[in-house]
C-alpha cells in the first residue's frame, strides 16, 4: 500500500465551494434537496448518499471549528456565542432531517442492493439512530451542548501561584517532578485547593448534566441514561456485564503490579512513606526529565521520532503543521486537555493540547500524533459516515502510537539514562491508568443508575469505589477533602459521558499490539496501518482482527497481557 499525507480537501459538488455556514435559512435548501429527490435507480441513491455525505462533512467540520476556536481561547464571548449559536439555533433544526434522511434511506427498495459488505456497519447505525430519534430531546441535547462547555469555562481560569508566578493547573504540575518534597507538597496543596473552589459549581453543573441526560433516556424509552448512552455509543460489541469483567480482572491482574511499581518508588526516593506529591519525583541528584521547551520543539522533535517509525507518520504531522492545525502550550484561558479533532472535510485533523515541557506531554503528543494518522488513513473513504470508528479501535490507535515510538524517544532525550527513565514513565503510565479507568467508568454506572442520588451519597459512593481500586502504596491521610472531589478534574464525566472504558479496552489492544512490535515491528505496523485504514467499515472484532488481536476483556487475556508488560518493565529496572 502506498501512504502519502498530502490529503487533499474534499472537492464539493452538491454544496457551493464558497458556502459558509452562517444560519439555518440558508442551510436548509441542501437538506430540502435530499429530503425531497427521488431515488429511481442504483446509481440515483448512490449519487444521494455522495451528496449526503459532502453536506455531512460540511456540517461536522463547521461545527469542529466552532469548538476548536472556542477551547484554545475561553475567554473570548465572540467564540462561545458562535459556538452556542450552532448549538441552539442549528444543531436542533438538523436533527429532525437527519431522522427523515435515515428513514429515506431505510425505507427505500433499492438500500437492500447495495453491497452489504461494504455498507453493513452504516446501516446498523442508521437503524439505531432511528431507534433513538426523539422529538422532544432535540431542546434537551442542544442545552446539553452548551451546558457541557461549561467545564472548561470553569477548569479553564483555575490558576495557582508558586515562587512569585502564576501558572495554570497543568503548568504547576511540573513542580511536582522537583526533588525538593516540601515544594511537591506546597503545590500539590495549591492544586488541590484551587479545585476545592470551584467544588460546588462542578457539583452543581453535573447534577444538571446528570438530571438533563436521565431526562433524554427516558424520553427515547430507556430505564437509565447508562443503557440509552451504550446504544447511542454503537456498543454492539459488549455488554455492561463485560465492563464489570473488566473491573474485576484490574482488580485481580494490574493492582499488585501497581503496588510493585510504587514499592520500587518508594526505595528510589528512599522514604518511608510515599504521599501522593511523590508519584512524579526524581531522586536528589537527578533533574526531572526535560524533552522539549516549548511547542516548536515538540512539534520538530516528533516529527523526527515519527520519522525513524514510518515517514508517513511524519508527513502528517507536516502537513498538518503547513495547515496551522496545531495548538499545542498551555495558557491561561485555554480550555483544559488535549485532543485531536478530525475534520471530515479538509481530512487533516486539529491537535489541540497543554504542554508544559513535561514527559506526560510527550505521551500526549505521541497519543494525539496517533489519532491524527488515524484520520489520516480514513480520508479516502467514501463517505463521511464510513470514517466514523468506533472509539475502542480509535484508542488503539493513540495508545500503540504511545508504545510504537518509544524505541525511537531517541529524538527527545540525548543519554540513554535519560531515554530508560522515560521509557519507565511511559510502561508505569500504560499500567497506572488501568484503576483510574475502572473508577471512573463503575462511578458512572452508579451515577446514571442512581439518577436522583444527592450529592453526599456521590461523594460516598465515589470514596468506595476509589478505596475498592486502591492499594496501600500511598498514603493519603489528611488529604480526604481533595480525594473527594478527585472525579472534578476528569472532563470526560462532564463533557463526554461514559466514553472512558474505551481507553481501557484500547489498551489492552495497544499492549497486544506491541508485543506483535517486539517480534516483527514491520508486520505489527501493518497490521495496524491495514486495521486503522478500514475506519467504521467492519465490526470491532473484526477491525481488531485484521490488526492481529483478540477483542477479548476476560481476566485471562488481561493477565497475560500484564504479564508481557511486567516482563518489558523488569528489563528497565
Known amino acids: 500500500m502506498t501512504l502519502s499525507a498530502d490529503i487533499k480537501k474534499i472537492e464539493r459538488h452538491f454544496v457551493p465551494a464558497g458556502f459558509i455556514i452562517t444560519n439555518w435559512e440558508s442551510l436548509e435548501p441542501y437538506f430540502q434537496n435530499l429530503a425531497e429527490r427521488k431515488l429511481a435507480s442504483p446509481g440515483a441513491l448512490e449519487q444521494w448518499l455522495k451528496d449526503m455525505s459532502e453536506l455531512e462533512a460540511v456540517v461536522s467540520e463547521d461545527a469542529c471549528w466552532r469548538q476548536i476556536k472556542m477551547t484554545c481561547d475561553t475567554t473570548d464571548k465572540n467564540l462561545e456565542e458562535a459556538f452556542t449559536y450552532f448549538c441552539m439555533e442549528i444543531q436542533p433544526k438538523l436533527q429532525p432531517y437527519a431522522d427523515l434522511l435515515n428513514r429515506k434511506l431505510i425505507d427505500c427498495p433499492l438500500t437492500t442492493e447495495l453491497d452489504q459488505a461494504k455498507y453493513f456497519t452504516y446501516l446498523r447505525s442508521v437503524k439505531k439512530n432511528i ?21 472548561g469555562a470553569i477548569a479553564g481560569k483555575m490558576t495557582v501561584e508558586v ?62 441514561y447508562r443503557d440509552y448512552k451504550f446504544v447511542e ?31 520500587k518508588k518508594k526505595e528510589k526516593l528512599k522514604l518511608d512513606t510515599l504521599r501522593p506529591w511523590d508519584t512524579e519525583a526524581e531522586p536528589e541528584g537527578i533533574q526531572p526529565l526535560k524533552p522539549f521547551t516549548d511547542g516548536k520543539e515538540l512539534y520538530e522533535k516528533t516529527v523526527k521520532c515519527f520519522e525513524q517509525l514510518n515517514p508517513f507518520f511524519a508527513d502528517c504531522l507536516r502537513k498538518m503543521s503547513e495547515l496551522k492545525h496545531f495548538d499545542l502550550e498551555s ?44 484520520s489520516f488513513l480514513a480520508h479516502k473513504l467514501a463517505l ?115 466514553y472512558y472504558i474505551e481507553y481501557g479496552i484500547a489498551q489492552l489492544g495497544a499492549i497486544g499490539l506491541w508485543m506483535q512490535y517486539q517480534l516483527d515491528p514491520e508486520q505489527a505496523l501493518t497490521n495496524y496501518i491495514n486495521a486503522l485504514s478500514l475506519g467504521g467499515t467492519k465490526t470491532l472484532p473484526e477491525l481488531y482482527a485484521t490488526a492481529g488481536l483478540k477483542f477479548d476483556l476476560s481476566p485471562a487475556h488481561i493477565k497475560t497481557l500484564m504479564e508481557f508488560t511486567a516482563k518489558e518493565m523488569g528489563k528497565l529496572y
Open 233 to 263: 455509543l454503537g456498543r454492539f460489541d459488549y455488554t455492561k456485564e463485560d465492563c464489570y469483567q473488566f473491573h474485576e480482572a484490574v482488580k485481580l491482574h494490574v493492582l499488585p503490579l501497581i503496588e510493585m511499581i510504587y514499592r
Open 163 to 224: 515562587n512569585g508566578e502564576e501558572y495554570t493547573l497543568q503548568q504547576a504540575a511540573k513542580f511536582l517532578e522537583s526533588h525538593d518534597r516540601n515544594l511537591r507538597e506546597q503545590v500539590y496543596r495549591k492544586i488541590q485547593e484551587r479545585r476545592l473552589q470551584d467544588e460546588q459549581a462542578m457539583h452543581d453543573l453535573y447534577t444538571q448534566l446528570i438530571q438533563k441526560r436521565d431526562e433524554v433516556a427516558k424520553n427515547a424509552g430507556f430505564a437509565n
Open 384 to 498: 463521511s459516515a464510513f470514517k466514523e470508528y468506533p472509539m475502542e479501535i480509535a484508542e488503539v490507535a493513540s495508545m500503540s502510537m504511545e508504545l510504537f515510538s518509544m524505541d525511537h524517544w531517541n529524538a527527545f532525550f540525548t543519554n540513554d539514562a535519560d531515554l530508560t527513565r522515560a521509557k519507565e514513565h511511559q510502561l508505569e503510565r500504560t499500567i497506572t491508568i488501568f484503576p483510574w479507568i475502572a473508577i471512573i467508568d463503575k462511578f458512572q454506572h452508579w451515577v446514571y443508575e442512581n439518577p436522583k442520588h444527592t450529592v453526599p451519597e456521590r461523594t460516598t459512593k465515589w470514596m468506595e469505589i476509589l478505596q475498592e481500586f486502591s492499594t496501600d502504596s500511598i498514603d493519603y491521610t489528611g488529604l480526604e477533602a481533595y480525594r473527594k472531589i478527585g472525579w472534578q478534574r476528569q472532563l470526560h464525566l462532564f463533557e463526554v459521558p461514559f
Open 131 to 151: 431507534d433513538l430519534f426523539r422529538e422532544a430531546n432535540i431542546p434537551l441535547q442542544a442545552e446539553l451542548s452548551v451546558m457541557q462547555q461549561q467545564y
Open 331 to 374: 495558557r491561561k484561558g485555554k480550555a483544559p486537555g488535549g485532543y485531536n479533532c478530525p475534520l471530515t472535510e479538509s481530512g487533516a485533523p486539529f491537535i489541540f493540547m497543554n504542554a508544559a515541557g513535561q514527559m506526560s506531554d510527550v505521551t500526549t503528543m505521541v497519543h494525539e500524533g496517533g489519532h491524527a494518522i488515524h
